[in-house]
């Protein structure tokens, strides 16, 4: 059953558990910026329903999981009546009838109040009609509602009850069925009310308003490394919007907080995936240092825009947790927070401060990057005959050791090296025979390592001969009072 173009919910609830009524407003509430939710932020009271639910069969399960999946979960917004006799109809009336008279209850007002309690629902024994309201008008104990369409049906006073028709959601992700038998079922399930996506009803205009699934604050992130940037959407499904694809995940943030002295402070992202190729998964090398940057923009469903130039939040990837069942949880560090980064870097150590093959260092990736192909692997191996070769011309038996091994987008640490065998801290979940592979020699930062196996001391930048102990630090023995020159 549908009214206004959206679905009904006619599966009624347990009537010996309800609770009087639901047309007082039970909540009042905003919803603020920075959490994703499908539905419009109002000012408006937005009302929360409970309703206990007994299912007697499997055809009446089935039929609930079907109207759930109609509306998408809590997704799309629905009719709900409130089952109650809020409205006590004062006198029968006659099928095509376009007023009915009820018990004064203050519908006037509501009804003035806005679109939300301009709808109303006839029930009885074996019939749920739904109407709009135009107008309400009272008179001593009496209010006349002028519908926007005549009766469907002929109505009797005392047999039929008569009460709002709320449009919202279901409230929760999950809804929790309790089996009494393999057929038998009860649940508890709470609605909220959408305000601001009621309809408007007929008022003579032949129009009962537009459909109105919902305003989504929908959030869009973009990972960007060199290059190469992916894009993903907190939504079911993939958005395109601002002329790019925008990849549906499980992906969300927490709250964006400004210091006192309005600089953005960090964010903490929380992501599940199962993608082997995601960008984050890159951090599974505790060795991978390349940057990588976030952007947080804001956007909606019913927008379908957003600014690039005009970011929620911006930063860098600064750690990265791995979890169980694909959790990701990285730290992002605001780009705002950069000019508080200590200038020089570098302090005084005995290994070298250089990353192998940057800017300071001098050296080329690609000149110390040999590629092959994968003969054999296992869970903490990789082999290649061309790194054997490599390994067997420099005379260096564990010329790979600690430096990077790559196949496609995963990068791993290489521990180790034994011939044509690279040893790996974590194994390649992209891996197999025949694969393309690559790995870079790897550099322990010592003074030795640079000068004999890269030939690059003018650029090493370390100071290899400071001594373990502070000489400072030296016990002070007093002077031998007895010591002197004799004249």
């Known amino acids: 059953m549908t009214y206004a173009g959206r679905p009904v919910l006619i599966i009624r609830p347990n009537f010996d558990q309800l609770v009087a009524n639901v047309m007082d407003d039970v909540t009042s509430d905003n919803q603020g910026s920075g959490v994703a939710t499908p539905w419009q932020p109002t000012t408006a009271p937005r009302r929360h329903v409970t309703y206990p639910f007994l299912f007697f069969s499997k055809t009446e399960l089935k039929a609930f999981r079907v109207f759930c999946s109609t509306v998408r979960g809590r997704l799309d917004g629905f009719w709900i009546p409130l089952f109650l006799t809020d409205y006590a109809i004062t006198q029968n009336q006659a099928a095509g009838d376009t007023a009915i008279q009820i ?10 109040a806005g679109n939300q309690f301009a709808h109303l629902a006839i029930i009885s024994a074996g019939k749920l009609e739904c109407y709009g309201i135009r107008s309400v008008t009272g008179s001593g104990n009496v209010e006349t ?6 009766l469907d049906t002929a109505l009797i006073a005392q047999s039929t009850g008569c009460c709002g028709l709320m449009y919202g959601r279901f409230a929760d992700d999950e809804i929790a069925l309790n089996y009494t038998t393999d057929s038998i079922a009860d649940a508890s399930i709470q609605f909220v009310e959408l305000p601001r996506e009621a309809k408007t009803p007929n008022n003579g205009s032949g129009n009962l ?3 109105v699934l919902g305003t989504t604050d929908v959030f869009l992130y973009s990972f960007t490394r060199g290059s190469t940037t992916w894009r993903y959407c907190n939504y079911g499904i993939s958005l395109t919007i601002g002329g790019y694809l925008w990849t549906g995940a499980d992906l969300t943030h927490g709250a964006v907080e400004t210091s006192i002295e309005f600089l953005a402070e960090s964010l903490d992202l929380q992501i599940a995936t199962d993608d082997p190729a995601h960008p984050l998964r890159y951090y599974v090398d505790r060795n991978a240092t390349d940057l990588t940057t976030v952007a947080v923009y804001s956007s909606s469903v019913d927008g379908m825009t957003f600014d690039p130039a005009t970011t929620l939040y911006s930063g860098r990837i600064s750690g990265v947790s791995f979890d ?3 959790k990701i949880t990285p730290t992002v560090t605001s780009l705002f927070r950069m000019s508080e980064i200590q200038v020089p870097t570098k302090t005084y150590t005995r290994s070298c401060e250089n990353t192998f093959c940057d800017t300071t260092c001098g050296l080329s990736v690609a000149t110390y990057t040999t590629t092959g192909t994968v003969t054999a692997y296992g869970s903490n191996h990789i082999d290649a005959v061309e790194f054997g070769a490599k390994a067997l011309a420099q005379s260096d038996p564990n010329w790979f050791a600690l430096g990077k091994v790559v196949i496609g987008n995963e990068q791993r640490l290489c521990t180790g090296q034994s011939g044509n065998r690279l040893y790996l801290a974590a ?5 197999s025979i025949g694969a393309s592979i690559s790995a870079i020699a790897g550099c322990n930062k010592s003074v030795a390592t640079c000068g004999t196996k890269f030939g690059n001391l003018r650029h090493t930048l370390q100071f290899p001969y400071i001594p373990n102990k502070n000489p400072q630090f030296e016990a002070i023995t007093n002077p031998n009072q007895a010591g002197g020159k004799k004249g």
């Open 103 to 112: 018990g004064a209850v203050g519908l006037s007002a509501k009804v003035s």
């Open 145 to 150: 509602v002028t519908l926007d369409r005549g």
């Open 209 to 211: 308003g537009s459909v």
């Open 324 to 326: 169980i069942a694909g």
């Open 427 to 431: 194994p390649f979940q992209l891996a």
